[in-house]
């Protein structure tokens, strides 16, 4: 019996083509759409998702300690008791050193305000530290402004510089951080009057010391 060969034509169905096997292959279109479809949904859930608001910090309580600690003040607080009554014990000795003409007058006026203030208190006679500062300025410039490098004639002079260490170390005993800048202030005055000191008329010295008595001895 001779060969035979199948010819799928003789059964009239048709013959597979390349094309026609491309066209049954599945077609990965569509998933590629399913993917970015769902990289979109992801997006907007991601979108719609608010962060947490970071939330502040607490201030650390070393802070807050030395913020209470430490207030800042504007000199128109009143000094206490005991400080007005060194202001007033520290002038005595500066009164003495100078010698003034109403010295028994003044030491007796300042021992009296020194008693009534350790038996009532100072609540009549209140002072801030801004007056302080105000008497002594009036003190130093009362001083100052007549100070000349010559000597004054027929009048009595003292030196400006010997002047003005009395009355650093008159400062000095006052014990008042307040004043730490008026101090350097007379330093300052002092080193400069090293070479090229200045007299004043003494007389001035009562003035002086008087605009001070006032303010912390009324």
Same mark, same amino acid.
């Given at each position: /019996? ?12 048709p013959e ?7 066209? *049954?292959?599945?077609? !990965? ?20 998702t608010v ?6 910090? =607490? ?5 807050? =300690?030395? +913020?209470? @600690?430490? !207030?800042? +003040? ?14 007033? *014990?520290?002038?005595? !000795? ?6 003034? !003409?109403?010295?028994? *007058?003044? $030491?007796? #006026? ?6 009534? %203030? =350790?038996?009532?208190?100072?609540? *009549? $006679? ?7 500062? +105000? @008497?002594? /300025? ?23 510089? $010997? ?9 000095? @005993? &006052? ?9 350097? #202030?007379?330093?300052? /005055? %002092? ?6 000191? =200045? ?7 009562? &003035? ?11």
């Amino acid at each position: /019996m001779d060969d035979y060969e199948y010819n799928p034509r003789e059964d009239n169905l048709p013959e597979s083509s390349p094309i026609d096997n491309q066209l *049954e292959e599945p077609k !990965p279109q569509a998933t590629e759409e399913h993917n970015t479809n769902n990289e979109v949904q992801n997006t907007d859930r991601r979108s719609d998702t608010v962060a947490p608001e970071p939330k502040p910090e =607490k201030e650390s309580l070393t802070l807050q =300690k030395d +913020t209470i @600690s430490t !207030p800042q +003040t504007n000199g128109n607080e009143f000094i206490s008791v005991e400080s007005h009554i060194r202001c007033l *014990e520290s002038l005595i !000795p500066m009164m003495k050193t100078f010698e003034t !003409p109403t010295l028994e *007058e003044d $030491e007796l #006026r300042i021992e009296k305000s020194i008693e009534k %203030i =350790k038996s009532m208190g100072n609540e *009549e $006679e209140k002072i801030r530290m801004n007056e302080i500062r +105000t @008497s002594l /300025m009036t003190c130093l410039l009362i001083v100052e402004k007549s100070a000349k490098k010559e000597d004054v004639k027929r009048e009595d002079t003292t030196s400006l510089k $010997e002047f003005l260490l009395v009355f650093q170390s008159f400062l000095f @005993s &006052l014990k008042l951080k307040e004043l730490d800048s008026f101090v350097t #202030r007379i330093k300052r /005055m %002092i080193k400069e009057l090293k070479d090229n000191d =200045k007299k004043f008329p003494t007389r001035n010295i009562q &003035l002086a010391l008087q605009s001070i008595i006032e303010i912390i001895a009324p």
